[in-house]
């Protein structure tokens, strides 16, 4: 068990120290660059791409994973090919987002407030991020018996490889990106989310799924200083979308999808907020001359941070503070759920 634990724990400490590095670098070159976005919720632009780092992070403690099983240190307790087909989802998704993230740093604060789009349209994005799909796709990533929350467990068949992971993997990526706009949002879901992965893992003596949301957390945790309020870097859509491709292999290859299904519920909820206008709508707010933010569309919930908004006056972060305490509460749900053998 000692042994174990040291094959999770020093990929995790590498890839901490690497994202470390690698923001760092990531933030002065994208300056040097001219790759900015204009900052919505205060006056100012900073550099974009904090997901390339995140990425590098994240492959570079599943190198070191592979390293040390490929030089005979120990004897590897999960497939290689498992793991670098998360890794290279991980990757093609990153680029993609961060390709998206190009096509849109000259837009103004205007521009995005009206939702004018530069980028990558509405219907390409959902294409883009298909491609994430196409390793797990390739290797018939995890087990088509699922335990789906209050059904029991349900098999798929050839179903679950060939059409709910690549839908899985659309969803799951783009939902994460619809709650983004406020420093720290993202990045402080990601560490609860991968934290909570972790602990589940590590709970029900998981191998696969502790290795991965290990590294996964150590690479949001080290990111996450650099992202929360006031951000030096903006992690952009190659964070979320490369993000979400990441907790959705943990949950298939760990087999984890019920539990991650539980604490993912608030981006199924942003979601369908979104989807009540078309998602032509945006979780942003109105900053007002004493720094709090006003709902955009006054009363109307269109998204979790509308609802936030609407409690009584917030600044910045007090909206991502909130937002944290809500994931919270689901990921709290998910262990009671685990607890009263629901799960």
Known sequence: MYHSYLTILIPSIVAFIITVVSTLFVIGYMKEAGIVLED???KGSLPTGGGIAVAFGFAMGLFTYAFGSSFNFYTPAVSLVDIFAVLTSVLIITMSGFLDELFVKNRSRVEQKKHKKVGLKQWQRPLFTLLGAI?????????????VPFFGLVSFGLIY???????????????????????????????ILSGAMLLYSLMTVNYIGALLSGILFATVLGFFPFHIYPAKIIPGDSFTFGFGVALLGIMILGNMEAFGIIIFLPWFVEFFLHLRKKFKTSDLGIRRADGTLEAPY?????????LIMNIRKQKEWEVSEWMWGIEILFVLLAFGLKFASLL
């Not at 390793?135 to 335990?147: E, F, K, Q, R, Y």
């Not at 060939?162 to 990601?190: E, K, T, Y």
């Open 40 to 42: 919505m919720n205060k």
């Open 135 to 147: 390793p797990l796709i390739a290797i018939n990533a995890g087990v088509s018996v699922i335990d």
């Open 161 to 191: 490889p060939l059409l709910i992971i690549p839908l899985a993997v659309i969803f799951v990526s783009n939902a994460f990106n619809l709650l983004g706009g406020f420093d720290g949002m993202a990045s402080g879901s990601a560490v």
């Open 298 to 306: 006054g009363k109307k919930i269109y998204s979790w941070t509308h």
